[in-house]
Every structure is written in C-alpha cells, then in structure tokens.
C-alpha cells in the first residue's frame, strides 16, 4: 500500500474538503479524488460520505484514518531518525502551546534555549489542548503541552500544578468566601473556553462527579475576554491559580476552589514509542530545569 493516497484521504479529512485538500499536497482536486477513489477500490469498500458536506468517514474510514496517520508519522520518525545519523540535523523545534497558561510558563523558557542552541528554529503552534495531541499523533509536531489525565498512547513529562479559581462577578453570593465548591456555583452560568481546550474536560468531569452538568453561558478562546464577560455579571468562569493572579479587573472577585480532582496539570507529551529529535530532547531537559518542583 502506498502513502500518497493515505495522505490523500488524512487531508480530505482535516481539510474538509477535496479541493482544500488538494491545496494541502501541492496537487489538482482530480488528482486527490483519484487517489481516494483507488484506495478504496484497493480495500473493497468506501472510506468516505461524499454525499455529505464535509465528507465524512465511513465505519471503515474511520480505521483506515486512524492508522493513516500512525503509518505517516511513523514515515516522519523515519526520516528524522536517519537525517541525524547522517548528520543533516535540520535544527526544527516543532512545539505545541495551549493559549491557557502558556505565555507564563513557557515564555521565559524561549530565550534560555535559544541561547543554548542558537541553530534550532522553533515551530511553533497554538490550539486547544484537543487538536495539539492531535497533531502529536499525526506526526506534525513532536511535542505539545496539555493536561492530566493524558492518553494511553502518551508519554508526558510534568511542568505544572496548580489549583483551579473561581471568578466571580462581585456582587455574587460567594465572592467573598475564603473557598467555594463547584455544588455551590450550580445555579450561576459558567463561562468556559471553547471546545478543544482541556480545562473544559477537568470541570465537566467534576461537576458529573457531584451530581449536576452546569449551564453554559458562553464560550471563548480569550482569557481577557472571558474575564469581561465574568465582570457583565454574565456568569463564573475558572482559571488556574498562577493565571487568575494576572487577571486583575474590579468588578471580579477570585475565590479558590475547593473540590479535589480540580487540580490543573499542565504536562508535555509525546508519542508513545515515537522518535524525539535532539532538540525535542533538549527541551524536555530544559523544561525539567526550569520546573523542577514537578519534575
């Protein structure tokens, strides 16, 4: 089997589309439904609802997605494996950063590594937690920071731990209370971040835990905005600990929350079993000097 027609098939998913996929590789929108069509002729049964806008995958694309990617990444590994023994280190970072949190932990770390390895670029990109690992596992970037818990097919390396805080209008019945519980906050709106981000996953869960699933007010991928809407009188919304500090506004009261499993653990991860370049490496090294608390 060749991989063209399984980058083919990745792209027409990420993309949404055969034209946007075609775009992607460098090729005509024909040339990427062929290759498609092929594929599926090879293995006896569609992969993809072209009926459907976007395409969506079948039952049996959906296996052949999955291991697609695997088999690209692990092309990817193979390539950067032997340009380092040939010697041709391409000296490329390619990093992965959540919005949330990381300007103050990893901010400070870029001009240390720098000056350590002034030949290394770093690539790097920001989403949600979500798309980082999924780009992890597709072999687009070798590391991304998200949180605890990680996924079986992860390796990960602490960075940070830290307690979630409950922001609150000012005049909320709780805004002065030494600590609030999320049982306590079951009647006001929350304010979360958009889908993607893995705080969302930390609160649905121990909101569940105690018995009710919370009212969404809002969402944003925008942490002052967030706070606006907070200090609107619109809802409560969490931030860990080491970031609430930052968020200074009047009309916004911070209160510590209280309920175990809330902790907020930011992690590097990578694939499991999968190859890490030198300066992967040296970020890792770095990353365990700068946070050694956790590490």
Not at 50 to 74: F, K
């Amino acid at each position: 089997m060749e991989l063209r027609p399984l980058r083919a098939l990745v792209e027409v998913v990420r993309q949404g589309g055969f034209s946007q996929a075609a775009k992607t590789v460098f090729a005509t929108q024909p040339t990427v439904s062929k290759a498609v069509r092929q594929l599926e002729d090879e293995l006896g049964m569609p992969l993809l609802d072209r009926h459907a806008q976007p395409p969506r995958l079948t039952a049996a694309g959906e296996i052949v997605y999955r291991r697609a990617l695997a088999m690209l990444a692990q092309r990817d590994d193979l390539y950067a494996e032997l340009d380092e023994l040939k010697g041709l280190k391409r000296g490329v970072l390619r990093l992965g950063l959540p919005p949330l949190g990381s300007s103050t932990l990893f901010a400070p770390m870029f001009a240390r590594f720098r000056s350590r390895y002034p030949q290394v670029e770093i690539s790097l990109v920001e989403h949600g937690s979500r798309r980082l690992e999924e780009m992890v596992m597709a072999g687009e970037i070798e590391l991304a920071a998200s949180l605890r818990p990680v996924p079986d097919h992860f390796e990960w390396q602490p960075v940070a731990r830290e307690p979630l805080v409950a922001l609150m209008p000012a005049d909320h019945p709780k805004a002065h209370a030494e600590a609030v519980s999320l049982l306590e906050l079951r009647e006001s709106p929350f304010i979360l971040f958009e889908t993607g981000f893995a705080l969302n996953r930390i609160l649905h869960d121990a909101c569940q835990r105690v018995g009710f699933a919370p009212a969404i007010a809002a969402r944003s991928g925008q942490i002052d905005f967030i706070v606006a809407l907070v200090a609107a009188g619109l809802g409560v919304a969490f931030l860990p600990r080491l970031k609430a500090r930052e968020e200074l506004h009047a009309g916004v009261s911070r209160v510590p929350l209280r309920d175990a499993g809330t902790d907020w653990e930011m992690v590097l991860v990578w694939r499991r079993g999968g190859y890490l370049s030198h300066a992967a490496q040296a970020w890792l090294a770095l990353t365990r000097e700068v946070h050694p608390e956790v590490c």
